[in-house]
């Protein structure tokens, strides 16, 4: 077992890349909520530990809000620093939080929450000095960003002056820079036309947008600004709300995203969440959740920060979304059994963070259980914010174009008739070890733990045995000499002694080990065992029948119809015949 120093380590290591994915290549490979589930995860451990033994390095790790960046803008230091949020996906942590913050201001009930969307785009920092803008920058690591004020003022929704009343001294505003989803839609489209690699979301592709070092690409690309807060605010008009601030800020002619609302208790913030929620998708730009602020100043300086966060705010993420896109194409795949498994390819959409193209339909039974055709409208989703999964077809949007999905008749590998189980759920090719497709996926099957366990002989090396011509089927395995093995680049002497040993220590198997080794579809290690209970020996095994199997309590139909199936092809029977000779295969009961 991994110790907790160990998990802390390799959750540094993922956190360290997920940084440089998401920050500094733009292309993040796991969802938000997943991050911060490493973080969190990450938080406890060090608190387990103990702060003494390790958390200085951790804590350098999540103080780098925004991660590395390319040193392709010089410094900017902020003047306050750009805080992240404290973000949770689940809404009764808002007791929690509201628990929280009373604490601060001595349980004061009459609190004013000022809430707003979570626009998923890229934070930048813009610095006024009497009404004009002299400054911009990205929010970097919360303390220091990289001075992008030439990009800047290529976006028109930014004022370079301010207008109005009350200008202050300086000021410092705040918010996020995004592209809306139809702009992103139109740049994707020209980017295939030209030749030229797709953004893999609208965040990313207003954070490609805003950091080119031709403004000139910034001025094509229809960058938006929506402002949500502000850091240094010296003015000589006094203002101790955030929603009259904003106001203020509006009026100077910015623009604040009009879907706020103050509320004054947890019912209206969650009639507030679930509205947004149920009308994101109408948007015409990504949000990713709502924002919540205690709206008073006074009570915001009261209730104040924790390291990374203020205290006073929550950003309440939504849970995954449902996306809707075309299917194109559906493929066929082969897998170890021969089962065959559709995958449907559609337009490559962004699910949370994540640009998906494909979902594997498991078997071909799912193609008529979704009444899914070529060219339907479908809505995808990731499953425990990972798997991409096929949701449900749009009907009504259903048109001419529509094509049925034909399932292969033959084995796209060996070009064996394909046959269906008894069940008609899957369609598999029965030519087993004869099927090239199968047969690499089964004789690394055959060598691993679950069935003899050949030490040494993992994917790559049997790959390269198949493809010295050594291996073809598990008998050839026990006819390996060291010499073979080291013509095998990568495997030297001492590996091949290693390989050699571990093949004669594998020619003891039990029996149960045996019959799982062979990769009978449905038939794995506790099945493999009801089936030794009762047979006792490999012979008598292979000669059961239906009725037989039909008698052993735990098998069922649709497991005897594929054993049957498996020891009815003579190839299958002649390999096992072969290592029945070579192996000695024990029972014990
Ligand atoms: S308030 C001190 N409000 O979310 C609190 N942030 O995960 C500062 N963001 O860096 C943030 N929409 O870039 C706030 N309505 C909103 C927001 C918002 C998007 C971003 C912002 C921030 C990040 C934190």
Redesign the pocket.
């Known amino acids: 077992m991994k110790s907790i120093y160990d998990k802390i380590v390799e959750l540094r290591m993922q956190l360290r890349y997920h940084n440089y994915m998401y920050y500094t290549l733009d292309s993040p490979v796991i969802s938000d909520s997943l991050y911060d589930q490493l973080c969190t995860r990450l938080i406890q451990l060090e608190k387990k530990y103990g702060k003494k033994n390790s958390f200085n390095k951790s804590n350098k790790l999540l103080k780098q809000i925004g991660g590395k960046k390319l040193h392709i803008f010089s410094e900017y230091i902020h003047k306050t620093p ?4 404290k ?1 949770t996906n689940n809404i009764s942590d808002i007791n929690l939080f509201e628990r929280r913050i009373k604490k601060y201001i001595n349980g004061i009930d009459d609190i004013q929450y000022y809430c ?8 930048v920092n813009l610095l006024y000095k009497n009404g004009l803008l002299v400054s911009a920058s990205t ?1 970097g690591d919360g303390y220091i960003g990289e001075d992008i004020t030439k990009n800047v003022h290529m976006i028109s929704s930014i004022p370079k002056k301010i207008i109005g009343a009350n200008i202050p001294k300086i000021i410092e505003i ?1 918010g ?1 820079v995004f592209i809306k989803k139809s702009d992103f839609l139109i740049l994707n489209q020209l980017a295939v036309s030209n030749n030229k690699k797709i953004f893999s979301n609208p965040r990313n592709a207003a954070a490609g947008s805003l950091r080119q070092l031709n403004p000139n690409i910034t001025r094509q690309r229809k960058l938006m600004f929506f402002v ?2 502000y850091g240094a605010f010296v003015s000589d008009k006094k203002i101790y709300s955030h929603n009259e601030r904003l106001s203020q800020i509006k009026k100077w002619g910015f623009t604040v995203d009009q879907n706020s609302m103050l509320c004054s208790n947890i019912k209206d913030i969650i009639k507030f969440y679930n509205k947004i929620y149920s009308n994101r998708t109408k948007l015409d730009f990504e949000i990713d959740g709502i ?1 919540i ?1 205690v709206d008073s100043i006074t009570f915001q300086k009261k209730i104040g920060y924790v390291e990374k ?2 205290r006073w ?1 929550l ?1 309440l993420k939504f849970i995954s979304l449902d996306v809707e896109t075309k299917i194109i194409d559906v493929s066929f795949q082969i897998g170890r059994t021969g089962i065959i498994t559709p995958v449907a390819h559609f337009i490559p959409v962004n699910v949370s963070g994540v640009l998906i193209s494909k979902a594997s339909l498991h078997n071909i039974s799912m193609i008529q259980k979704l009444n899914i055709y070529i060219n339907d409208y479908i809505t995808v989703y990731r499953a425990g914010d990972v798997i991409p999964k096929i949701k449900n077809v749009v009907v009504k949007k259903r048109d001419k174009l529509v094509k049925k999905i034909i399932c292969p008749t033959y084995c796209l590998s060996c070009h064996t008739q394909l046959v269906y189980s008894s069940n008609n759920i899957f369609l598999y090719c029965p030519a087993s070890f004869l099927c090239p497709a199968q047969n690499i996926q089964r004789l690394i099957y055959f060598a691993s733990k679950c069935g003899v366990y050949i030490k040494g002989l993992g994917k790559k090396n049997i790959i390269k045995l198949i493809d010295y011509g050594y291996v073809n089927t598990p008998v050839d395995f026990f006819i390996l000499t060291t010499n073979m093995l080291q013509s095998i680049p990568g495997i030297g002497k001492k590996l091949s002694n290693i390989i050699i040993d571990s093949i004669n220590a594998s020619k003891n198997v039990s029996l149960d080990k045996f019959i799982c080794s062979l990769g009978i579809v449905d038939v794995g290690i506790s099945i493999s065992k009801i089936l030794a209970n009762y047979y006792k020996s490999i012979t008598n095994f292979i000669k059961t029948n239906n009725d037989i199997l039909s008698d052993i309590k735990g098998i069922g139909i649709n497991i005897a119809s594929s054993i049957m199936k498996f020891i009815k092809n003579k190839n299958n029977i002649y390999i096992i015949k072969k290592l029945i000779g070579i192996l000695n295969i024990f029972f014990i009961s």
């Open positions: 750009m805080l992240s949020l973000s707003d969307l979570k626009i998923d785009g890229l934070a929010r705040r996020e949500y807060g924002v602020k966060y203020p705010a950003a």
